[in-house]
């Protein structure tokens, strides 16, 4: 064995870790997207991207663009959460429910004596 031998295998050692680092970050991409996003089937989603990488890269990018959806029902209770968490920002609920009740009362009394003549 010369110099040359033992640069190439350097060489060879060098590209081999770097195709492992290369391969374990594609296949981790689309689960830690998917975790970052709060994905409700993040999990799914990362077995979903290391069986992307087992296949020589078919089902990756499926994985990825999983990663980015949400289903439409998550997709709604978080538009929920987030008119709940408005209205406890805007002020007290029962400060709020009071007020509507007493302009109801009032509007019923208006009604009333509209109705009377």
């Known amino acids: 064995m010369d110099v ?7 060489v060879f050692g060098v590209l081999l870790a770097a195709v492992v680092i290369v391969v374990v ?9 998917a975790s970052q996003r709060n994905h409700p089937q993040a999990a799914a989603v990362n077995i979903a991207g290391w069986l992307g990488v087992a296949t020589l890269g ?7 663009i999983w990663a980015y959806l949400k289903p439409f029902s998550a997709a709604a209770n978080g538009a929920n959460s987030d008119r709940e ?13 009071a007020k509507m009740q007493t302009q109801v009362d009032s ?9 009377a003549k």
Do not use: R
């Open 4 to 10: 040359f031998d033992l640069f190439a295998f350097a």
């Open 85 to 97: 968490s408005q209205s406890s920002a805007s002020g007290d609920g029962q400060a709020q429910l």
């Open 107 to 115: 509007l019923q009394a208006a009604l009333n004596k509209l109705n």
């Open 58 to 64: 078919i089902l990756w990018p499926f994985a990825m």
């Open 25 to 33: 970050t594609l296949g981790q991409l689309p689960g830690q997207i």
